[in-house]
């Protein structure tokens, strides 16, 4: 089973920008979409991005949650079993533990990691 580090989280300025990482011990390439996940303090854990590969070993498609269109971007590098997301222009209300999945039939995949906590002060 692939096992996912998250990494790149922190304390940051609101306007500030972030870049973290998803480290898979595994392949990544036969999963056709990745995604980042937050958990907020008392809320449930919501897909913020998405990225699937029409070829796997290409870019691929990305789609976002509305929260975070034009502020979010999501890549992956499946050489370097590697999703990222760059996050800038950071809003308080984008504090939370990020998490990064596999999804398989519209759901996360597998065990959850760690996350990585990214806080925004105001």
């Known amino acids: 089973q692939v096992q996912l580090v998250e990494s790149g989280g922190g304390l940051v300025q609101a306007g500030g920008s972030l870049r973290l990482s998803c480290a898979a011990s595994?392949?990544?390439?036969?999963?056709?979409?990745m995604g980042w996940y937050r958990q907020a303090p008392g809320k449930q854990r919501e897909l913020v991005a998405r990225i699937t590969s029409a070829f796997i070993t290409s870019g691929g498609s990305t789609d976002y949650a509305d929260s975070v269109k034009g502020r979010f971007t999501i890549s992956r590098d499946n050489a370097k079993n590697t999703v990222y997301l760059q996050m800038n222009s950071l809003k308080p209300e984008d504090t939370a533990v990020y998490y990064c999945?596999?999804?398989?039939?519209?759901?996360?995949?597998?065990?959850w990691g760690q996350g990585t906590q990214v806080t925004v002060s105001s």
């Open positions: 999945n596999a999804i398989v039939g519209g759901h996360p995949f597998g065990s």
């Open positions: 595994g392949s990544i390439s036969s999963f056709n979409a």
